[in-house]
């Protein structure tokens, strides 16, 4: 169907809005405006095209029966304005264009309704938070509510503002989720905006988003640390100066599971305290020597197969000496608490010196894919070269 389209069979939807009076006839009006008058069940992602057959157009304003405006954009002749994103499902729009012919003002006026869908999708969750402060290495996230069949169409959908533009991309996950890195570490003091112009786009044969969402968030110091496992040390880095090095204790190593992986890593989450047990491993039997709960304070996630940095003083007389954690970053209970304060989602941890690199879908560890192998995950398959705030 062509993008342009002006009504529907229904077969996407049941018919909205109710029957239009007809235009007063004219054998070649100056201005032409699609979806024509009263045109019913328009298709959401259609777009609205107004030119000027004759002259050029001065002004153009589509709006919904709530009175929102749809943006849009002036061709650089000012012969054409077309919507730049797609209209929402079941809703009425009225469409008023002038412009000047030969001097003269001219005008037209058209009013069509947007069908009902069959089923509606829409954003569920985004990360950062609304207004969250974040690290330089934080992705943003975006899941809905039903799998996206047609991907390029959402993705298109998803436009980006910063205060310092920089070159990312996005990957999808699978067909709820979809993620956007940078190319490289955000700069600090950047503030961004993502907008989901999701409301009208098309998924799925008959499934159409609901309505638009909004996020904005800001990121913040540069804050980078490194464990050295083979050293036994954590160096944390602010804005590129050192500014706590301590002894720590990794996993012990012998067995896969007890090795900490190697890689960049980012915070997830924290919590204080966390329940840590053996039965991530199988192990629930008390009475097996393998066995252990605990009770851990000040514990910052950092990959979904149960990686933290937490406090640990029942090793503290291995803390800089030797590795005898299940796999987690082993530190003293002042240290803890103090990283644990100051850690932002998506400040970045990397870790050295072991045989088990972190999988790139193992948490966020989405910055061990080379750059051209993340963009190679975008339905589009090209870079998001995001818009100034």
């Not at 405006?33 to 002259?55: E, F, L, M, N």
């Not at 699978?174 to 786009?201: C, K, S, Y």
Request: aromatic residues 8%; charged residues 25%; positive net charge.
């Amino acid at each position: 169907m062509s993008a342009c389209g002006g009504g529907g069979d229904g077969t996407d939807g049941a018919r909205a809005g109710r029957a239009f009076g007809a235009a007063t006839p004219s054998a070649s009006p100056p201005i032409l405006i699609t979806p024509a008058h009263g045109a019913r069940a328009v298709r959401p992602d259609s777009r609205v095209v107004v030119t000027a057959r004759r002259g050029t157009l001065h002004r153009v304003v589509v709006r919904a029966a709530d009175g929102t405006r749809a943006p849009g954009r002036m061709s650089s002749d000012r012969r054409t304005w077309r919507t730049r994103w797609t209209l929402r499902p079941g809703t009425v729009y009225t469409v008023d264009s002038t412009g000047v012919e030969q001097g003269r003002p001219t005008a037209a006026t058209a009013r069509f309704a947007t069908l009902r869908p069959q089923a509606a999708f829409g954003v569920a969750d985004v990360a950062p938070r609304p207004g969250e402060v974040v690290g330089v290495g934080m992705p943003i996230i975006v899941t809905f509510d039903r799998p996206v069949a047609d991907r390029a169409a959402v993705e298109r959908s998803l436009e980006l503002r910063m205060s310092r533009p920089v070159v990312g991309a996005w990957r999808w996950l699978d067909g709820r989720r979809v993620v956007f890195r940078p190319r490289r570490f955000w700069p600090t003091g950047q503030r961004v905006r993502l907008i989901a112009h999701t409301a009208g786009v098309r998924a799925a044969p008959g499934v159409y988003g609901r309505a638009d969402r909004a996020v904005g968030f800001r990121v913040g110091p540069a804050r980078i640390s490194t464990v050295d496992v083979p050293r036994h040390r954590m160096t944390v880095r602010v804005n590129g100066r050192v500014v706590r090095s301590v002894g720590i204790s990794a996993g012990k190593g012998g067995a896969r599971k007890y090795t900490t992986t190697s890689g960049v890593h980012l915070t997830m989450g924290k919590a204080d305290p966390v329940i840590m047990s053996s039965a991530w491993m199988g192990v629930t039997d008390r009475d097996d020597p393998r066995y252990y709960k605990k009770k851990v304070r000040h514990a910052v996630q950092i990959s979904a197969s149960g990686e933290y940095v937490h406090a640990a003083p029942w090793s503290v007389r291995a803390q800089g000496r030797e590795n005898v954690s299940h796999g987690c970053v082993n530190a003293s209970p002042e240290f803890a608490r103090w990283f644990f304060g100051e850690t932002l989602r998506g400040d970045v941890v990397t870790i050295i010196g072991t045989n088990r690199p972190l999988e790139w879908n193992n948490g966020w560890g989405y910055w061990q894919l080379p750059w051209r192998v993340w963009q190679a995950g975008s339905a589009l398959k090209r870079p998001v070269r995001p818009g100034r705030l």
